[in-house]
């Protein structure tokens, strides 16, 4: 069964064919990055036109060693993201449907980075790899989510961030060391020629499973104006101090919870520190997408709207876009 998946959510316009929801057939991202680049960080508006200029070509070439015949239904992101980004997404999904008179399938956009763990990086045969229950760790640009996964479209809400998301932390946290956007491969280059030796604080919130970034944020910016540090060494402190919260928490929970298996996603899980770190420290097994599957693309959304159409979990024409969605 062929879901082609179509991602507009915030800036990268995607689009995939992902064959029974995890051989990815074709995947294509178009990043905004150079144009939002020079702004230092997404414009909403800008975004929206540039996903209407780029979402056909997109689709066109997602599907030119594809017949349009061998799909079996269109799944698109109905949020959360930008409401003028995702409306572009969700209305070309909504045509094609139509015209095509296919299944329409609203895919949650936190839901779908979960799925990137289900695509093709796994060896043929391991398709059913990932063990239930699982605990996910969505680290993306707006959110940190730990959520328990106990089967398919089973989700439970464990922590969230009070503040920042831990990409949103990278993004200012480049920002106030002049380095550029995106912040996290910006950092994670930075930090390459540094060693982690100044002083940041982690917030452990230890009642709780949430997570916050905003005082490890705040302590950046005072050292930074304090005097002459170097940028490197900056990077790399910051770096490990958002992958040292990251990893003990979820590993406590993980304990706490007895679960089989850690799934990581979102394009901070892109980060190698923090996959070194998970790897080298977790007691269950650790499953992470390879990093151009971690960062938005739209293989993930058509792997996570195969689960749901199995499920018979299709959406009608009203589908609106939530620009606020949460995941459990
Ligand atoms: O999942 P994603 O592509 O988009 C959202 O759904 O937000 O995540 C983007 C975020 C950005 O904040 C970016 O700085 C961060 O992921 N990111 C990274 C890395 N690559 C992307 N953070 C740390 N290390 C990386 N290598
Ligand atoms: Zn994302």
New binding site residues.
């Given amino acids: 069964m062929k879901i082609l998946g179509i991602e507009t959510?915030?800036?990268?316009t995607a689009a995939a064919v992902v064959e029974d929801g995890s051989r990815i057939i074709s995947n294509i991202v178009a990043s905004q990055i150079d144009i939002h680049a020079r702004y230092g960080g997404v414009v909403p508006e800008v975004a929206a036109r540039q996903h209407l200029l780029t979402i056909i070509p997109v689709i066109s070439q997602t599907m030119t060693e594809v017949s349009w015949q061998d799909i079996n239904g269109i799944a698109v992101t109905f949020g959360p993201?930008l409401a003028g980004s995702l409306l572009v997404g969700v209305n070309v999904a909504k045509a094609i449907a139509l015209a095509k008179k296919l299944p329409l399938i609203g895919v949650n956009?936190?839901e779908a980075?979960i799925y990137a763990n289900w695509l093709d990086s796994s060896p043929p045969g391991e398709k059913d790899r990932v063990k239930f229950p699982c605990l996910c760790l969505?680290?993306?640009?707006?959110?940190s989510d730990l959520v328990l996964m106990k089967g398919h479209g089973q989700f439970e809400k464990l922590g969230r961030t009070r503040d920042d998301?831990?990409?949103?932390?990278?993004?200012k946290a480049?920002r106030i060391l002049g380095l550029g956007?995106?912040?996290?491969?910006?950092?994670?280059q930075a930090s390459r020629s540094g060693t982690p030796c100044l002083p940041l604080p982690r917030a452990w919130l230890k009642e709780s499973h949430d997570f916050s970034f905003s005082g490890l944020k705040t302590a950046l910016w005072h050292l930074v104006h304090k005097g002459e540090i170097s940028v490197a060494d900056a990077a790399a402190s910051f770096?490990l101090a958002?992958v040292d919260v990251l990893v003990i928490k979820t590993i406590e929970a993980a304990r706490q919870l007895k679960v089989e298996q850690i799934l990581l996603?979102?394009?901070?899980?892109?980060?190698?520190?923090?996959t070194q770190h998970f790897l080298a420290n977790s007691p269950v097994s650790v499953l992470i997408p390879p990093?151009h599957l971690?960062?938005?693309?739209a293989a993930m959304v058509a792997a996570c709207g195969y689960y749901h159409l199995q499920a018979g979990k299709i959406s009608g024409y009203d589908l609106d876009v939530v620009p606020s969605l949460s995941l459990g």
């Fill in positions: 959510s915030c800036d990268e993201g956009h936190l980075h969505v680290v993306s640009g707006g959110h998301a831990a990409g949103e932390a990278f993004d480049a956007y995106p912040g996290g491969p910006a950092i994670e770096q958002v996603s979102g394009g901070v899980a892109a980060n190698k520190m923090l990093p971690c960062t938005d693309n």
